[in-house]
DNA sequence: TTGACAGGCAAGCGACCACTTGCCTATCAT
DNA sequence: ATGATAGGCAAGTGGTCGCTTGCCTGTCAA
């Protein structure tokens, strides 16, 4: 739970989330290149590998390995614990 | 936008949203020994103070002085806004 | 009025984090 | 086989952040 909080922290995972909300599915060096190009962020591949490292412990992208390429593929599933935990009518629920 | 995850993304700021849902419209002092009375939390009375303001920058309470007291009130709506980024259906949103 | 109480301001410090650099492994095409 | 491509590992660094310490301001009760 607060892995979720704190992959959502940089500015740069949110925007490999937006990338990949574009189109699911995609590579490492996809996304390194989409997210020079349409969101002006020149980050290294190791810089991104990271980040998509953070993100896929947070359970927010799943990894699926096939030959010498791995695609990435969103998951906005854990979101949904940030609207049951503030944004819903229940009270009282601890974090771990 | 980017102010509410970096909010977010520090336990203490989370726990004290979680004081303030119990009981809202709290104390600086009430907050802190509610952290660490009921949280196990010991932190200082500035350090929550900082928190404070950040919570309040993010959007996330609001606050009254009354004489020598300052209230704080929880606000949940910027949480929304996360809703509107991932969950739902919607597509092709940029931050700033 | 003076002491206690609620809160604010500012400097300083240690730790963590985002990012880079350098090198290595694995897979595929030619 | 060998070069190119996709990705991984590990150490290092600068900057920021969370938190503390010390002192000051404002408000209320005695």
Chains 1, 2 share one sequence.
């Not at 990338?19 to 599915?25: A, S, T």
């Not at 997210?35 to 810089?47: G, V, W, Y």
């Not at 927010?60 to 979101?79: A, F, I, N, V």
Request: proline content about 3%; hydrophobic content about 35%.
């Amino acid at each position: 739970m607060a892995d979720l909080f704190e992959a959502l922290a940089a500015p740069a995972r949110r925007a490999i989330l937006d990338v990949l909300r574009e189109r699911d599915g995609q590579t490492l060096f996809e996304i390194c290149s989409r997210l020079t190009m349409t969101r002006n962020m020149t980050l290294t591949r190791q810089a991104i590998s990271q980040h998509l490292e953070v993100l896929e412990s947070a359970g927010l992208l799943s990894t699926k390995r096939e030959g010498r390429y791995k695609y990435h593929y969103l998951d906005t599933t854990p979101l949904e614990t940030i609207v049951e935990r503030w944004l819903s009518p229940e009270r009282k629920k601890k974090e771990k």
